[in-house]
């Protein structure tokens, strides 16, 4: 079945700080997405995106479908940005048709 | 406003009582999901639904059942429940931009 790898597993920061999370996934997708878990435990969805670019005020995400990547961009990182941020992708093949979870990426900004 | 309601939020039980983890979405969406989330094995797919009495499983459906018998409800069963189903669950709605619920924690002694 399909792999879907994060990196950095963790990453601490300086409040203003930029960052870069990646993930790769072993098969071809149709359907990518970037969700952030607060630390609360609430699940919210940052970004549709298979292919290409797409910003968010201070976030941003690209998908390259073609080398099986995607990063989000977290820019001028604020406190509320720590938490983890999981990527999904949605597979279609001989096992199945279902979302699978990256490991996520926990961060940490400090005041 | 869009929501995604679960109920309970918490729940501590005994092995081998049913039970019913209901889910409800006002998004008219016609795709939804349950998750578990555990430490060290992030989040798993256990069953999704593509529309009204469409559903299928995911990567890890043993011990679970669900029903879609209408479009804005999606409720997960444990027709006997054992402690390694102890999780955190969510239900999601949505296929293209997933809408998740709030969590339910279950605890089964």
């Known amino acids: 079945g399909i792999q879907v790898e994060q990196s950095p597993p963790d990453l601490i920061l300086q409040e203003g700080a930029n960052s870069t999370l990646r993930c790769n996934f072993s098969?071809?997708?149709?359907?990518l997405q970037w969700f952030h878990q607060n630390p609360w435990g609430q699940l919210i969805n940052l970004f549709y995106?298979?292919?290409g670019t797409k910003q968010n005020g201070r976030l941003s995400a690209t998908t390259v479908a073609t080398e099986r990547y995607s990063l989000l961009y977290i820019s001028s990182s604020q406190t509320t940005d720590s938490g983890v941020y999981f990527c999904a992708v949605e597979r279609r093949d001989n096992y199945g048709q279902n979302f699978v979870f990256g490991p996520g990426t926990r961060l940490s900004v400090l005041p | 406003e869009a929501q995604v309601t679960q109920n309970p939020r918490y729940l501590i039980t005994v092995t081998g009582k049913k039970l019913t983890v209901t889910c409800s979405q006002n998004m008219n969406h016609e795709y939804m999901s349950w998750y578990r989330q555990d430490p060290g094995l992030g989040l798993r797919q256990i069953y999704y639904s593509m529309n009204v009495e469409v559903t299928d499983k995911g990567d890890v459906p043993e011990g679970y059942k669900v029903s879609r018998k209408e479009k804005r409800n999606f409720p997960l069963i444990l027709e006997s429940p054992s402690p390694n189903q102890t999780s955190l669950y969510f239900c999601?709605?949505?296929?293209?931009?997933?809408?998740f619920g709030p969590g339910t924690r279950l605890t089964v002694t």
């Open positions: 999601a709605s949505g296929r293209y931009e997933q809408y």
């Open positions: 995106i298979p292919s």
């Open positions: 098969d071809s997708v149709n359907n």
